[in-house]
């Protein structure tokens, strides 16, 4: 079983910082890509912002120069900086990761974490 577990939200100002965190656990063989993204209310959910094994990051033009994805591929962590919010950033963020699950040798599989509340106040 693997699971994801988010770390970080909150309540913050417009022009405030948050740093969010994601850890992956389990039976994990390798992580592809791990990433980020935010459903906010009535409304679908988006990509926020991706990174590969490699480090190569994959931004939503909303949040470019604002947000920057890093991780630590040895804690098998995601982070995700959030720099200039504002209050279109409230949303429920969701870590995500593709994972090769020990045993699996070539398939990979998605999973989400539970989501944690951004709310950004103007």
């Known amino acids: 079983q693997v699971q994801l577990v988010e770390f970080g939200g909150g309540l913050v100002q417009a022009g405030g910082s948050l740093r969010l965190s994601c850890a992956a656990s389990?039976?994990?063989?390798?992580?592809?890509?791990m990433g980020w993204y935010r459903q906010a209310p009535g409304k679908q959910r988006e990509l926020v912002a991706t990174?590969?094994?490699?480090?190569?990051?994959n931004d939503a033009d909303s949040v470019k120069s604002r947000f920057t994805v890093t991780r630590e591929n040895a804690k098998k962590t995601v982070y995700l900086q959030m720099n200039s919010l504002k209050p279109e950033d409230t949303a429920v963020y969701y870590c995500?990761?593709?994972?090769?699950?020990?045993?699996?040798?070539?398939?990979?599989?998605?999973?989400w974490g539970q989501g944690t509340q951004v709310t950004v106040s103007s």
């Open positions: 995500n990761a593709d994972v090769r699950p020990v045993g699996y040798y070539f398939n990979t599989v998605t999973f």
């Open positions: 990174i590969t094994s490699g480090g190569s990051t």
């Open positions: 389990g039976s994990i063989a390798s992580i592809n890509v």
